[in-house]
């Protein structure tokens, strides 16, 4: 017989209030990404935190008269979606080619932006699109841009590493035919060796691109705010600035300041002076805006990766043409050394193998000088690597950024690469296989900024114009999803902050229409999103 007591004391702890519930969402597929792989039906917040996972009936349980609920009608919830190497949303002031689908197309739009223009104004393109959208699947050169106007500079952007210029555009910024490539650069030629217009990475430097319209800053802090939101609409609820001025982080830690960010922010920023970085502590910030590194490069795009082997097809140098390192190798080595020691983290754009090569290089001479080891230094796109680079990445604790160009750029890659490089870019099995940490995002707007775009890429290595390439380099879904959560999380030590729905993490979320795990495979780059929360805070529902 039990005693009263014991009675008393269960009838008491049933009685004892429940922690206050802010908000439930129940009745759907809650796919943790915890540990364990756990599946659940619903959650519960309170303060802007997970309060709890489980059951529709255990979660309803913990509702108050004042808790908000959200049936979700049986649609899948998935922590928050990061995106590890972000510059803008793209568009801008320039001529728009994001739509353009052939040569003519791209004309016709620097036509009729001419015919809107003064004569000798200087016209640009926006640099969110690329050749592998054109039926052509090659770049328009400078005969052709004459064609469209030559009565205006012009100057096409494509990507962050190349221009390519008009006649009128050669002769304004004093481009002879005689010309010579400059060291970490590369001056186009049609193969009678005439200017064909292309100017990459640092041949570019003689051309000043006009200064965008100025705006008060008021108007400059709505219009970051302003795209912000729209990746809200997408799914993301963190970012990772790939190269931002101090003065842009001001920026953003003023919208937080007036509760204004719909989403989390980190700032990789751009080494210029040490004089940029004084007043400022290397791990600065909180878990809205937060200072992530120092970002630097030591080769190019597409065009211009730097390779152990040469290209098969690059501007009619076959066979002799590695690439293009970008920065001298000392200074780069001692920059790095210079930084780790004043406790700086830095991640470092390399595309080719020999530009991970010299990465490599550099971080290994810095940890002998303090240990970098799980200091969360990082490998910016990592395109080639090769099997002698995963235990020397995986001593160090780096991290690699993987990003999704191959599904835009195939042909391209193709062309300057070959088939066999082209289709081991970005080896995500590889480096997952290897125990490196790997987080996923965009580099937008070189490439298209939707996540759920880069999520189909890795898992079905699909592209838009080229079919499946690197079939063997597929990974689960569930893995590409911990890749663009979780791992997102851990370039910046917020692994235990956010990066999967347990109780006490961060409540950024992302409610799908279809269950991403069991869809049609195609389903998942189109997939509908429901909403979108941060900090237990709806910042877009459809």
């Not at 390779?307 to 690059?314: G, Q």
Request: glycine share 10%.
């Amino acid at each position: 017989m039990r005693r009263p007591g014991f009675v008393l004391a269960l009838f008491l702890a049933a009685c004892e209030p429940r922690e206050p519930t802010d908000t439930i969402l129940v009745n759907g597929k809650v796919v943790t990404l915890d540990a364990a792989g756990s599946i659940a039906q619903a959650l519960a917040i309170r303060e802007g935190r997970i309060l709890a996972v489980g059951t529709t009936e255990e979660i309803l349980d913990r509702a108050g008269s004042a808790t908000e609920r959200i049936d979700l009608g049986g649609k899948t919830v998935v922590p928050g979606l990061a995106d590890n190497h972000y510059h803008s949303i793209g568009g801008g002031p320039g001529v728009d080619l994001s739509r353009t689908r052939s040569l003519q197309e791209v004309l016709d739009a620097i036509s009729a932006r001419a015919a809107e223009t003064p004569e000798g104004e200087v016209i640009v393109t926006n640099s969110d699109w690329h050749e592998g959208q054109l039926t052509e699947q090659r770049l328009p050169y400078r005969d052709e841009l004459d064609r469209a106007t030559s009565r205006h500079p012009v100057v096409v952007v494509r990507g962050g590493h190349e221009y390519i210029l008009n006649s009128a555009a050669l002769n304004r910024w004093g481009i002879a035919e005689s010309v010579k490539a400059p060291e970490g650069g590369s001056v186009g030629r049609y193969p009678d060796g005439r200017l064909n217009g292309e100017l990459v990475d640092t041949a570019r430097r003689p051309v000043t691109l006009p200064p965008r319209p100025e705006v008060s800053a008021e108007e400059r802090l709505k219009g970051i705010a302003d795209e912000l939101h729209r990746l809200s609409e997408v799914g993301l609820t963190s970012i990772r600035y790939a190269s931002a001025s101090r003065a842009f982080y001001r920026d953003l830690e003023e919208l937080e300041k007036r509760g204004e960010l719909p989403l989390r922010v980190s700032v990789l920023l751009r080494f210029q002076d040490e004089a940029a970085l004084e007043n400022l502590a290397p791990d600065a910030g909180d878990e809205w805006v937060r200072v992530a590194g120092i970002k630097l490069g030591v080769d190019g795009g597409f065009e211009g990766g730097l390779m152990r082997e040469p290209y098969e097809e690059p501007w009619g140098q076959k066979g002799t043409f590695y690439g293009l390192q970008t920065v001298p190798t000392e200074p780069y080595i001692e920059l790095v050394r210079a930084l780790n020691q004043k406790g700086w983290r830095v991640a470092t754009h390399a595309v080719g193998d020999a530009a991970i090569d010299l990465v490599l290089e550099a971080y290994e001479k810095a940890n002998q000088d303090r240990s970098i080891v799980d200091r969360r230094f990082a490998i910016e796109h990592g395109f080639i690597p090769r099997e002698d680079h995963f235990p020397r990445i995986k001593a160090l604790g780096l991290h690699v950024t993987a990003q999704d160009h191959l599904y835009l750029a195939a042909p391209s890659l193709m062309k300057y690469w070959g088939d066999s490089r082209a289709r081991w870019v970005t080896p995500l099995r590889a480096y997952i296989d290897a125990g490196i940490s790997v987080s996923l995002g965009t580099d937008t707007p070189v490439v298209p900024y939707p996540p759920l775009w880069v999520l189909y890429h890795f898992i079905t290595r699909d592209t838009i114009s080229a079919g499946v390439m690197g079939e063997d380099q597929r990974v689960s879904r569930e893995e590409a999803l911990r890749a663009m959560t979780l791992g997102g999380a851990a370039l910046t030590f917020e692994e235990d902050l956010k990066g999967t729905l347990e109780p006490g993490k961060l409540a950024d979320l992302v409610v799908l229409d279809e269950d991403i795990l069991t869809c049609e495979p195609e389903r998942i780059r189109d997939m509908g999103i429901s909403l979108t929360m941060v900090g237990g805070k709806i910042v877009f529902r459809r």
